[in-house]
C-alpha cells in the first residue's frame, strides 16, 4: 500500500511541472546543460530572437517561457531543481516573480547551473546586482550607452555611433571554437567594467579603445568612467564550482535582426553580407552551456614500480607510478583530453615531488617517481586550471613510512672505512696483548 500511495505521489509532482523528469538529464556522463528556463519581459522576444533560440532547440535544449514577473515562477521544488540552467531576456524587470529573487539566482549558480545575463540600455537594479554579483559592474548612468566614433558600423540611418562593431575577441578557440569568426559583432548596449578582486571573470569582447560610455543625447559634462579598452561588451565567469555565466551589456546581440544584419566598420573597405553575432553567440553558449570545455578525471591509480596492486602505504625512497585518464566532453561524447601541463604534486604541508604527466594522446597521463626521504602522511594533488576548461581537483591520501629495523643494509659502503678501523682497532689490540704478556 505504501509503495502504490509513493507512486500516486510522484506521478502527481511529475505531472504538476512537466519539467520535473523522473532521472537529471544533467549528470556527470553526460554534462551538457538540457532544461533552460527563459525569462522575457515580453513574449514577443520569442519571435524578435528566433534563430538564437531555434539554435539551441536543434542541439537538444528543451526552452520554456516565462514573463520575469510570473507569480508562479519557481527554480527548485521540493529541494530538486528544474532546470540546468537559465535564460535572463529581461533587462528592464524590476523584480521577479514567484520564489525568485537576486538571492535565488545567485544560489541556482553556486549550486553548479549556468546563466546568460542580458542587460541594455536603462536596465533594471535587480539586473545590474545579479551582474554585480558575478564581477560585471556596468555604467551607473542607466541611460548611457557604448560610442565608439571610431570602430563604429557604417550603417545609413546610424548617425550617433552607437552601433558598434566588434572585432577585439578572447583568443581562446575553446570558448569560442575552432573557426575564426571572419567578420564583425554588432553591439548597441550598455558596456560594463570587470571587478578587479574577481578573477574567475574574463572579457570576452572588448571595446576598442577609442570607445566610450555616455549618454548620447547629452553633452560630456565631466570625462566618461568608462574608456577604452576597460569597457567589455560582453564578458564570462567560469565559477570555483564550474558553473559558467555569460554576461551581455546587449540583449539585441541575440536578435534576428543583428544576426541577418551586413556589417561595414568605419575606415574599412569590405563589408560581409552578414555579422559575426550568429557564430558569435552560438559559440558561446556551446561554451556556456557545457558542450565545450568540461573535463572529467577518471581512473586515478598509483602503485609501486613493477606491481599492479595500489599499496596502502609507501616506504621512503620507493619508486612509484602514478596515472590518472582525462576526457574532453564535446557535447555528444567523451574524446581523449591532449595536454603537457597536467601536473602532479606529492604533497605534505608543501609539494615535495611536483612532476608534470606525460600522455599517451588516449586520455592516459602517467608519471613515476621516488618517494622522498621524509615519512609522514601524503597527498596526490592535481590542481589543473586552464583557460576555457573546467577546473580539475584531484587528492588521494597515503602514508610513507620509514624504514623497519630489518630493512635496513647489514653493511653500508660508504661506512666500510669505519668498518676496517674498527677492525684494525681490535687486531692491534690482539696483537698488543699477545706481545705485552709474553715478552720477557
Same mark, same amino acid.
Given at each position: 500500500?505504501?509503495?502504490?500511495?509513493?507512486?500516486?505521489?510522484?506521478?502527481?509532482?511529475?505531472?504538476?511541472?512537466?519539467?520535473?523528469? =523522473?532521472?537529471?538529464?544533467?549528470?556527470?556522463?553526460?554534462?551538457?546543460?538540457?532544461? =533552460? =528556463?527563459?525569462?522575457?519581459?515580453?513574449?514577443?522576444?520569442?519571435?524578435? $530572437?528566433?534563430?538564437?533560440?531555434?539554435?539551441?532547440?536543434?542541439?537538444?535544449?528543451?526552452?520554456?517561457?516565462?514573463?520575469?514577473?510570473?507569480?508562479?515562477?519557481?527554480?527548485?521544488?521540493?529541494?530538486?531543481?528544474?532546470?540546468?540552467?537559465?535564460?535572463?531576456?529581461?533587462?528592464?524587470?524590476?523584480?521577479?516573480?514567484?520564489?525568485?529573487?537576486?538571492?535565488?539566482?545567485?544560489?541556482?549558480?553556486?549550486?553548479?547551473?549556468? /546563466?546568460?545575463?542580458?542587460?541594455?540600455?536603462?536596465?533594471?537594479?535587480?539586473?545590474?546586482?545579479?551582474?554585480?554579483?558575478?564581477?560585471?559592474?556596468?555604467?551607473?548612468?542607466?541611460?548611457?550607452?557604448?560610442?565608439?566614433?571610431?570602430?563604429?558600423?557604417?550603417?545609413?540611418?546610424?548617425?550617433?555611433?552607437?552601433?558598434?562593431?566588434?572585432?577585439?575577441?578572447?583568443?581562446?578557440?575553446?570558448?569560442?571554437?575552432?573557426?575564426?569568426?571572419?567578420?564583425?559583432? /554588432?553591439?548597441?548596449?550598455?558596456?560594463?567594467?570587470?571587478?578587479?578582486?574577481?578573477? $574567475?571573470?574574463?572579457?570576452?569582447?572588448?571595446?576598442?579603445?577609442?570607445?566610450?560610455?555616455?549618454?548620447?543625447?547629452? !553633452?560630456?559634462?565631466?570625462?566618461?568612467?568608462?574608456?577604452?579598452?576597460?569597457?567589455?561588451?560582453?564578458?564570462?565567469?567560469?565559477?570555483?564550482?564550474?558553473?559558467?555565466?555569460?554576461?551581455?551589456?546587449?540583449?539585441?546581440?541575440?536578435?534576428?535582426?543583428?544576426?541577418?544584419?551586413?556589417?561595414?566598420?568605419?575606415?574599412?573597405?569590405? !563589408? $560581409?553580407?552578414?555579422?559575426?553575432?550568429?557564430?558569435?553567440?552560438?559559440? /558561446?553558449?556551446?561554451? @556556456?552551456?557545457?558542450?565545450?570545455? $568540461?573535463? !572529467?578525471?577518471?581512473?586515478?591509480?598509483?602503485?609501486?614500480?613493477?606491481?599492479?596492486?595500489?599499496?596502502?602505504?609507501?616506504?621512503?625512497?620507493?619508486?612509484? *607510478?602514478?596515472?590518472?585518464?582525462?576526457? *574532453?566532453?564535446?557535447?555528444?561524447?567523451?574524446?581523449?583530453?591532449?595536454?603537457?601541463?597536467?601536473?602532479?604534486?606529492?604533497?605534505?604541508?608543501?609539494?615535495?615531488?611536483?612532476?608534470?604527466?606525460?600522455?599517451?594522446?588516449?586520455?592516459?597521463?602517467?608519471?613515476?617517481?621516488?618517494?622522498?626521504? @621524509?615519512?609522514? @602522511?601524503?597527498?596526490?594533488?592535481?590542481?589543473?586550471?586552464?583557460?576555457?576548461?573546467?577546473?580539475?581537483?584531484?587528492?588521494?591520501?597515503?602514508?610513507?613510512?620509514?624504514?623497519?629495523?630489518?630493512?635496513?643494509?647489514?653493511?653500508?659502503?660508504?661506512?666500510?672505512?669505519?668498518?676496517?678501523?674498527?677492525?684494525?682497532?681490535?687486531?692491534?689490540?690482539?696483537?698488543?696483548?699477545?706481545?705485552?704478556?709474553?715478552?720477557?
Amino acid at each position: 500500500m505504501a509503495k502504490a500511495w509513493g507512486l500516486v505521489l510522484l506521478l502527481a509532482l511529475v505531472s504538476l511541472h512537466p519539467f520535473l523528469p =523522473l532521472v537529471s538529464s544533467f549528470s556527470p556522463d553526460s554534462p551538457t546543460d538540457r532544461r =533552460l =528556463l527563459v525569462l522575457v519581459d515580453d513574449f514577443a522576444i520569442r519571435s524578435s $530572437h528566433s534563430l538564437f533560440f531555434n539554435s539551441l532547440r536543434s542541439r537538444g535544449f528543451n526552452l520554456e517561457f516565462r514573463l520575469a514577473d510570473d507569480p508562479k515562477l519557481a527554480l527548485q521544488r521540493y529541494g530538486q531543481y528544474l532546470y540546468d540552467g537559465l535564460v535572463l531576456f529581461s533587462p528592464s524587470a524590476q523584480r521577479l516573480g514567484g520564489s525568485l529573487d537576486v538571492a535565488a539566482v545567485l544560489d541556482f549558480v553556486d549550486s553548479g547551473h549556468d /546563466l546568460i545575463l542580458a542587460a541594455d540600455v536603462g536596465a533594471s537594479d535587480l539586473i545590474r546586482d545579479i551582474a554585480t554579483e558575478c564581477g560585471a559592474d556596468f555604467d551607473e548612468d542607466p541611460s548611457a550607452v557604448v560610442i565608439d566614433h571610431t570602430g563604429y558600423a557604417v550603417s545609413e540611418t546610424e548617425g550617433d555611433h552607437t552601433l558598434i562593431a566588434g572585432d577585439d575577441f578572447i583568443q581562446s578557440k575553446v570558448i569560442l571554437g575552432d573557426k575564426k569568426i571572419k567578420a564583425a559583432v /554588432l553591439f548597441r548596449g550598455v558596456g560594463h567594467s570587470l571587478n578587479a578582486a574577481n578573477s $574567475h571573470i574574463l572579457k570576452v569582447l572588448t571595446a576598442s579603445p577609442s570607445a566610450y560610455s555616455a549618454n548620447p543625447n547629452t !553633452k560630456l559634462s565631466s570625462p566618461p568612467t568608462l574608456t577604452g579598452s576597460a569597457i567589455s561588451l560582453v564578458s564570462v565567469v567560469q565559477a570555483r564550482n564550474n558553473a559558467r555565466i555569460l554576461i551581455s551589456g546587449s540583449l539585441d546581440l541575440f536578435s534576428n535582426r543583428l544576426f541577418r544584419a551586413g556589417v561595414q566598420k568605419a575606415g574599412s573597405s569590405i !563589408k $560581409h553580407e552578414s555579422s559575426g553575432n550568429q557564430q558569435f553567440v552560438t559559440e /558561446l553558449s556551446k561554451w @556556456v552551456f557545457h558542450e565545450r570545455g $568540461h573535463l !572529467k578525471a577518471v581512473n586515478v591509480r598509483h602503485n609501486k614500480v613493477e606491481e599492479k596492486d595500489e599499496p596502502s602505504m609507501y616506504r621512503i625512497s620507493d619508486d612509484l *607510478e602514478y596515472s590518472v585518464e582525462i576526457y *574532453e566532453w564535446t557535447g555528444q561524447s567523451w574524446i581523449p583530453y591532449v595536454a603537457d601541463d597536467v601536473q602532479v604534486q606529492f604533497y605534505m604541508m608543501s609539494p615535495y615531488v611536483l612532476k608534470t604527466l606525460s600522455n599517451n594522446k588516449k586520455g592516459l597521463f602517467y608519471t613515476s617517481f621516488r618517494v622522498p626521504d @621524509v615519512y609522514g @602522511v601524503f597527498q596526490f594533488k592535481i590542481e589543473y586550471q586552464r583557460l576555457g576548461y573546467t577546473s580539475v581537483s584531484l587528492s588521494k591520501q597515503i602514508p610513507v613510512r620509514p624504514f623497519r629495523h630489518n630493512e635496513y643494509e647489514r653493511f653500508i659502503p660508504a661506512a666500510f672505512p669505519y668498518y676496517g678501523a674498527s677492525f684494525s682497532t681490535m687486531a692491534a689490540f690482539f696483537i698488543f696483548s699477545v706481545v705485552y704478556l709474553y715478552n720477557k
